[in-house]
């Protein structure tokens, strides 16, 4: 089946930067639309940003925007978040999360979802 594969979380001080990456595998990914979500404990699941099929469009979550990027490389099959000024306010465990659908939703309705990797940003 689908297996989305999350990497590259960890703990970094304020003002750091990180960069996720998102593995895909048994799926026709250029066909999948891409997304992280967070979700910090006792918080619902929240988007970050996604990206259609081949890139043309992104969308972030005003808390993010300005500071995170989200980028996709079809023949790898990967999907990256690049993290900049992160914030105590960013800790969390971030999804990948893939949608069959050209369109971005900014809810959690999508069809495959990773393990998740830890983010934790000290002050």
């Known amino acids: 089946q689908v297996q989305l594969v999350e990497s590259g979380g960890g703990l970094v001080q304020a003002g750091g930067s990180l960069r996720l990456s998102c593995a895909a595998s048994r799926l026709t990914f250029n066909r999948y639309t891409m997304a992280w979500f967070r979700q910090a404990p006792g918080k619902e699941r929240e988007f970050v940003t996604g990206?259609?099929?081949?890139?043309?469009?992104?969308y972030y979550a005003d808390s993010v925007k300005g500071r995170f990027t989200i980028s996709r490389d079809n023949a790898k099959n990967t999907v990256d978040l690049q993290m900049k000024s992160l914030k105590p306010e960013d800790t969390a465990v971030y999804y990948c999360a893939a949608r069959q659908s050209n369109e971005v939703l900014t809810t959690i309705h999508y069809d495959y979802w990773g393990q998740g990797t830890q983010v934790t940003v000290s002050s």
């Open positions: 990206i259609n099929w081949f890139g043309g469009r992104t």
